[in-house]
């Protein structure tokens, strides 16, 4: 099995910024992209970030020079950097890997539980 492990949530006041940390742990042979989503009252989950084993990331439009996704590939860590919060940033986030499992030919998805991001004054 495989764990992902999320902590940085927190309140926060508009134009503040806030870490989210996720660490894999567990039966890992490999990971290929990992990133983060999260998903507002009454909407749906919706990619935020995205890192690829190759160093490619993706960022939703929204967040575009707010926010930087970066991994620590030696340690299977993915961090999301969030400054110049807004009040629409508010949400769950959940970290998310595509993982290699020891044992077998193929890779999964992982989830973590989840921490929530409140940016309110």
């Known amino acids: 099995q495989v764990q992902l492990v999320e902590s940085g949530g927190g309140l926060v006041q508009p134009g503040g910024s806030l870490r989210l940390s996720c660490a894999a742990s567990g039966s890992i042979f490999s990971i290929d992209a990992m990133g983060w989503y999260r998903q507002a009252p009454g909407k749906e989950r919706e990619l935020v970030a995205r890192?690829?084993?190759?160093?490619?990331?993706n960022y939703a439009d929204s967040v575009k020079g707010r926010f930087t996704i970066s991994r620590d590939y030696t340690k299977n860590t993915v961090f999301l950097q969030m400054n110049s919060l807004k009040p629409e940033d508010t949400g769950v986030y959940y970290c998310n890997a595509a993982v290699g499992v020891l044992g077998s030919p193929h890779e999964f998805d992982y989830w973590g539980q989840g921490t929530q991001v409140t940016v309110s004054s």
């Open positions: 890192i690829t084993s190759g160093r490619t990331k």
